[in-house]
């Protein structure tokens, strides 16, 4: 049994937009990324409390460019913030010129998933079917603990998808990254080829199994994905070599032309916990809930995602499915060499032979996994989902044409 979550001690910090000044990059990077998250496409400076939001967080960025002064993406964020609260910074954007950087992404530009559907025929045809999956056991920073089946779970789902009686996807459309392969370049080159190849009418199912990590003490949940890559060498590097979560958003909503994006994550959204050095995990390096008992299953959204994933909810046909809520442990099972969500998402999927609605297909999982997890181990562990509209209404199994 291996707990899928990883803590950075040092690294990560509270969840709020001030941090120490003694802290230097690793304040301001954890600042930042805090900011990314709550960035959305509608926030503006046309109410009060736009342009306080807006005010507190170029203030925030601000003071980390004066910490952390060489790393562009604090002098990008500062810019546009200010463009955005119609006070243009000129000292941050000839420090920009200095760094040449190059910005690729506008945060406050609306999606275009956001854009009005055209009228189809039918609203539930499928042009083509595109899936990039990703499973992850090893890693080459030797500090980040191996997992037990994460390539496997990957394998076993890429198999589903496959099948011409579960998800009939064409296998020449499914991009399989594993250990080595799925480094961060991987992965956004991977994004890159959806990006030049899918159309409005497609489906597209991104499926990640391994490690996540969390931000210590912080409710909204995780803030990075660790790819095979990824190095704990100080803020900066672990900034620059994983993949955040907002970034992934960001990736989706810029370049994902599709109508229906779904997004299943079998990895940690932890927050507020500590660690557990448990004889029963065994190997296990994970942290201990929070919760002494199961949280209701309406929770807030807040509890179950990291607020990146609200920049997804803005449009249409988007979904994600994450195996666990916030300060809760995703679970791998040595029984039948799976995470347990995985396990359960692939049976219910198999059982409806892929026709079911991701709607009614969670609620199934979501119980199956709750169930299993607290019979075996004791501990509360209970997927979660979001969608936006018509998300809910996604069939993974649809044939292509139809």
Known sequence: MRIR???????????????????????????????????????????????????????????????????????????????????????????????????????FKLPQAAEEPEKQESPTHVRKKWALVIGIDQYQDERVPRLNFAVKDSQDFEEFLKDPEGGRFDPANIIHLVDQKATLTGIRQALGKLRAQVQKDDLVVLYFSGHGSPREMDPNGMSYIITNDTSLDGPENLYATSLQMIDLVQQVNRDIKARRVVLFLDTCYSGDAQRVDDEEAGSARGIAPVWDKAPPLDAPASMAFSQAFNNLMVGYGRAVLTASRADEQSWESPVWKNGYFTHFLISQLRQSRGNASLDDLFHQVQGDVSSQVLRDYHVHQTPSFQFSESGAQIVIGRPEGK
């Open 5 to 107: 979550s990883l803590i950075l001690a040092g690294f990560l910090l509270c969840g709020h937009l001030s941090f120490a000044q003694g802290d230097g990059c690793r304040g301001a990077l954890s600042a930042l990324v805090r900011v990314k998250e709550q960035i959305t496409p509608t926030l503006n400076a046309s109410t009060e409390s736009g342009r306080e939001r807006l005010s507190v967080m170029l203030s925030t960025l601000k003071n980390a460019t004066n910490l952390c002064k060489e790393f562009p993406d604090l002098w990008y964020y500062r810019t546009v913030i200010a463009r955005q609260l119609g006070k243009p910074d000129a000292y941050a954007e000839k420090k920009l010129q200095e760094l040449s950087y190059v910005a690729q992404y506008d945060p």
